[in-house]
């Protein structure tokens, strides 16, 4: 059976590799000289994310469903990232059949290429898992308040179900898994439109638009820099243990403190407009990463201002792409060059 040193690099494959979190740990595993195996099928994620990567020599993309049988290469990769599900609220509730077989049938596929091939896998499940907590903050203990027929079923259920089998893979046929489970993550590479608050609240600001809050604003959430989080998952796959390790910071946040950030970090005098609260919506959401940080050596490095002023940036220069596109079709109009959430 594989079980390369940590030190090494490897043949690595990325399922859901155009997507926000696996773009950049394709990035990561390439400057540590691993061979990168990437799949998306495109539905959620962006070829653009990888596109500075196609002339990377140790670099393969691959337009792949990952419900259906993977490409004969995967059986040469030692490791197994799964990131392989959209986590765009917007998408998935529009998708919720799709959404539901990514987690399941696509656990199911790279699980079975693991046990034949002896590859280790890391499977990136997420704080959905807890559903609304009754338990605060929320430990890799807790078994979650979820409701199995809600509007967010298809993902949170979907992610139990990949977890659950991970573990029977791992118990009944000794196949090497890793669980991260994922708090809220922002950063570079966000796309406009799919429904997650930092994204909502930094195109809505640079655009001058109203910042949309849902209920009455004190709902929370912890917020985990990109790096921060592709650095936990590969400590996380190198590890001796295989988790459910949580994956976030466990600093707590107000939406309406999120808001108010943006907005002085913009320099934007937009204000806030306040609809009701989604249904199923936790009301609150932090991790403990005390196992993290015990098994790990791992805790958050990005402050929120730091992390939020680079992911502003970042839409910055997508606004003035997008503005650029629009002005050579002959329109001009300042907001329009906001209206690109198929970017």
Known sequence: MKNPSPASPHAVLVAGAAGFVGSHLC??????????????DLSSGDVRHVEHLRRHPAFRFVRHDITEPLPT????????????????????????????????????????????????????STSEVYGDPQVHPQSEGYWGHVNPIGPRACYDEGKRCAEAMCLAYASERGVAVRL????????????????????NFIVQALAGRPLTVYGDGRQTRSFCYVDDTVDGLLRLMDAGFSGPVNLGNPQERTMLD?????????????????????????????????????????????AIDDGLARTIEYFRALSAEAGARIAAQGSVSPSAAYSFSRL
């Open 27 to 40: 990035d990561r595993l390439l400057e540590r000289g691993c061979r990168v195996l990437a799949l998306d």
């Open 73 to 124: 290469e995967a059986r040469d990769c030692e490791r197994i990232f799964n990131l392989a599900c959209p986590a765009s609220p917007a998408y998935y509730q529009r998708h919720p059949v799709a959404t539901v077989l990514s987690s399941a049938v696509g656990a199911w596929r790279l699980l079975e290429v693991a046990q034949q091939t002896g590859a280790r896998l890391l499977h990136v």
């Open 180 to 199: 991260a489970r994922l708090f809220n993550c922002y950063g570079p590479r966000l796309r406009p439109g799919d429904g997650r608050v930092v994204s």
């Open 258 to 302: 999120l808001a108010e950030r943006v907005l002085r970090l913009t320099g934007s005098r937009s204000r806030l407009v306040f609809e009701p609260l989604p249904a199923d919506d936790p009301t609150r959401r932090c991790p403990d990463i005390t196992l993290a940080r015990q098994r790990l050596g791992w805790a958050p490095q990005v």
